[in-house]
């Protein structure tokens, strides 16, 4: 996902009461924790505020705390989410749902299956059919087997509930004053509106029936069964996704939509679920939808799913990348300030244009290889940041391109200033703080460092075998290292080891002496030296010599923080560069010796 544009918290007030899901049900304290928390993000933000480069735009920040839990996948899995929800006719609330949850024991002697799951009212509980006792702790249903059950076991649980959620699924009003109910569940936030395990690495397939309003369009995951009568005024919506997704992608959006069909439908069927005053924008303002799916499945590997809609609607974040049901920011297309830079050729915002390619290539980064643990998020983020950036130069231009990296490197560079951190970060327990500019930016500039390391060959090789391995899975930073290196043949442990598992980056000084000798040939002698805190960075860096007789590339390869090299060279350059390309994520200074 990416965050909203931080520079709109300067006018939260503005907007507070206007937010989506400001009518939430919160207590007192959790309203005074998540002010408190708030206060401190504001102040984590405003160091991000040129970080998040985000495009959106109306609505404040509410944030709050996702406290991190590896939840280890041992004692049993869920298989298939068969899930169920009536909506009220103002969609305030669920009046009934079930979860019927197929689970497969993977220890001998289970004795209880412990779903995730929030402070929705139970009513009943059943395994096979038969009731089945279960207690309730915080954030937990643990189901009570009657017996313990072998490995390998299925089971099928099935929890009926109601009520309002307090997170997860949003029931608000769109921009145009209309109920709607929206899932938003990023990082572990569905279990407030679907008992689970929620964990990204616990990936189950999934199917929504959701009995609605008449008036209302209901979009969910994969594929639309059916749309059944129910009475005059409402109708049931089924939807299934044949694939294993991860929990933080199940949704449904309900509301009154205008659904917009666009002519281009080249890779899956796509179509736009906006509110009605963005009916006639829609087609524009997604305009690099069509070609970021050409591109992904024609770079990477046939799109994962049975279908992609786009939703406008209710998220905290500019947008989310739901599999096949895409959420962005209800403010996507309202009017922007002239200052905001146009691409040239879709003829929008630029910021839309990465955010589209940035969601939509989540769909086989994230959503269908699934990071495995929150430490490997940036092989989701990182890997939506930089593939976003290929649609760029691929329908914009090197120029563009260029540009849109260096504005990530830059981002990248004010926020490292504050935070020292690797991007394999197995240390923060917020995880809405794992939203920062190492998985993001820095994890961009990993991706395209390799790329340029390895030439675009052996690089999407290894990124499509990766992909092909990991598909409706999940991965982690090993598993993308052993399928580089194999497309590769080159053993790439130290440059993981620095620039993932590690924090930082290098900060050279290049310094450069040229020396006439008595044999009248000349010595150019360069010192590059690394002055950054952490340990050396032993990559290879490129440089280019410039002198009267033209221009001379070359690559120095550091043996530790200092490295010398002496080169034969007749005149006196006029420079030295580091990095002509920019190749490498760096802060670099070049200085002649007197
Ligand atoms: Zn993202």
């Known amino acids: 996902m990416r965050e909203k544009n931080s520079r709109f918290r300067d006018r939260s007030c503005d907007f507070v009461d206007r937010r989506p899901w400001g009518r ?60 169920s929800l009536t909506l009220n006719d103002q969609l305030t609330e669920i009046t009934s749902a079930t979860a019927e949850i197929t689970v497969l024991s993977l220890k001998g002697s289970l004795s209880q299956v412990d779903l995730d799951f929030g402070e929705l009212a ?51 009003t769109d921009k145009a004053g209309k109920r709607s109910a929206v ?21 189950a397939t ?52 205008a659904q917009v069909t666009p002519s281009q439908q080249e890779v899956t069927p796509l179509s736009y679920y906006v509110p009605l005053p963005d009916k006639d924008v829609a087609v524009e303002g997604f305009a690099a939808a069509n070609p970021s799916l050409k591109f992904f499945s024609q770079t990477v590997a046939p799109y994962p799913y049975e279908k992609l809609a786009l939703i406008v609607g209710a998220t905290r974040f500019g947008g989310m ?41 989540h769909q086989w980064f994230g959503d269908s290889v699934t990071e495995s643990t929150w430490s490997d998020l940036w092989l989701s983020e990182g890997f939506a940041t930089y593939f976003a950036g290929l649609v760029i130069q691929r329908y914009e231009g090197e120029q563009a391109f260029q540009k849109y990296m260096k504005r990530t490197a830059d981002e990248y560079l004010r926020y490292e200033k504050k935070t020292s951190t690797p991007i394999h970060d197995t240390e923060t327990e917020n995880l809405f703080k794992l939203l920062n500019a190492n998985n993001y930016q820095k994890g961009a500039w990993v991706l395209h460092m390799l790329r340029s390391s390895l030439g675009d060959e052996a690089f999407f090789r290894g990124v499509r075998d990766y992909y092909n391995n990991h598909k409706n899975s999940t991965a982690s930073t090993e598993d993308l290292r052993s399928a580089l290196e194999r497309a590769s043949g080159r053993n790439l442990k130290e440059f993981f080891a620095r620039w993932i598992y590690g924090a930082g980056h290098p900060r050279y000084e290049l310094t450069w002496q040229w020396k006439q000798t008595r044999s009248k040939e000349g010595i150019l002698t360069i010192n590059l030296n690394q002055t950054q805190r952490e340990e050396a960075f032993l990559m290879s860096v490129p440089f280019e010599i410039v002198s009267s007789k033209g221009v001379t590339r070359k690559t120095i390869r550091p043996s530790g923080k200092l490295t010398t090299l002496q080169l034969p060279l007749s005149n006196r350059p006029s420079a030295v560069r580091l990095d002509p390309d920019n190749t490498v994520l760096k802060e670099v200074s070049v200085e002649a010796a007197k």
């Open 321 to 361: 990348e739901n599999s096949s049901a895409i959420v962005f920011t209800s403010g996507l297309f309202d009017s922007r300030s002239k200052s905001e830079p146009i691409s040239k050729v879709f003829k929008i915002r630029e910021g839309t244009v990465s955010l589209v390619a940035h969601e939509i290539a």
């Open 206 to 257: 999934v199917s929504f029936t959701v009995t609605a309003p008449a008036r209302n369009l209901v979009v969910a995951n994969g594929r639309l069964d059916r749309v059944e009568t129910v009475s005059d005024t409402s109708k049931r919506w089924k939807y299934s996704e044949g694939v294993p997704i991860p929990p933080y992608c199940m949704i449904i959006a309900a509301g009154e939509f």
């Open 122 to 172: 139970v009513d009943s509980v059943t395994v096979n059919r038969e009731p089945t006792p279960f207690e309730r702790s915080p954030d937990l249903l643990n189901v009570k087997l009657s017996k313990p059950v072998p490995r390998n076991t299925r089971l099928v649980v099935v929890v009926s509930y109601h009520g309002v959620p307090r997170d997860g699924l949003i029931l608000t």
């Open 183 to 203: 899932g938003d569940n990023w990082p572990n936030r569905v279990h407030h509106w679907i008992p689970c395990l929620d964990h990204p690495s616990a990936k």
């Open 24 to 83: 939430t049900r919160s207590t007192k304290s959790h309203e005074a924790a998540r002010k408190k928390r708030g206060l401190l993000l504001a102040q984590a933000s405003a160091n991000l505020r040129v970080l998040l480069l985000l495009v959106i735009f109306v609505s404040v920040i509410t944030w709050s705390f996702a406290a991190r839990r590896e939840r280890l996948i041992d004692s049993w899995k869920p298989l298939h989410y068969n899930v």
